[in-house]
Structure formats: structure tokens, C-alpha cells
């Protein structure tokens, strides 16, 4: 294994171990998804709460392996405080680069580019994606 790779490894144990942003609010004004993949067991529920048009919180929720929560976690800190459109790119890239498919490399991905390696994987992609895909969900609920 090379540099990079144990550096994203890290990343994610440490995403998966310390999530950042764990934990549903009551509060109104959130739009909330919930995703269960039964072939895995992967079973994550996303809230964000758009304002004037910027991602003011992302909050998660869930079980599954590291691959899935982690990315839960970053996905969160990576969009807080977007705009609503940037924070859809940002998703849009990630999921593309994820499945293969071409995506803009201009794009800043964050912490979220040490989910590049689980393309080599497709049985994984889904737990990398599914947070982000619920995500999207509460952006086209709004």
C-alpha cells in the first residue's frame, strides 16, 4: 500500500470511529431521507437544512460498515456551508467519480477524493454513495 492510500484509510477509520455531525434534530425546517440497501445492511438517514440558498447543517444517522458511515461524515463537513448549487456539484462529481463516469476534476472534493479507490470495487460503490445520494434526495424534497 502506498502513502496515499494508508492517508486515505486514516481518514476514513477516523470519519468512521469520530463521525462528525452524528445524530438527528427535531427541529422544523429540515429535510429528511432515509436509505436502507438490504443486500448490505447499510441503513442511513440524512437531514440538511437549506437557508437563503446555503447548506446551513447536514446531519446523519445510521448503521453499516466504515465505508458507508464515514462517508456519511465527510459528506457532511464537506457540504456545510455550501450553496445550495455548489453542494449539488460537489455530490454530482462525487457520485461520477465514484461510478466511473466523467466528472468535473475541477471540482473540490475535500476530504470526500479517499473515496476514490472503492470505484476498483463496485459491490462498495453503493455504501460510498448512499449518504450522498440521500443528500441529494433532501435537496430535490425542498
Known sequence: MNDLETLYRQV????????????????????????????????????????????????????????????????SETLIGKTKEDAEKISEAYINMLTNKEYDENVDLEEAIVYQGVRKFPARVKCASIAWKAFQGTLESE
Open 12 to 75: 476514513i477509520m477516523d470519519h468512521y470511529k469520530n463521525p462528525r455531525n452524528k445524530g438527528l434534530l427535531s427541529s422544523s425546517g429540515y429535510k429528511t431521507i432515509h436509505i436502507k440497501n438490504p443486500t448490505c445492511g447499510d441503513d442511513i438517514t440524512i437531514q440538511s437544512l437549506v437557508e437563503d440558498g446555503i447548506v446551513k447543517d447536514v446531519r446523519h444517522d445510521g448503521t453499516g460498515c466504515s465505508i458507508c458511515c464515514s462517508s456519511a461524515s465527510v459528506m
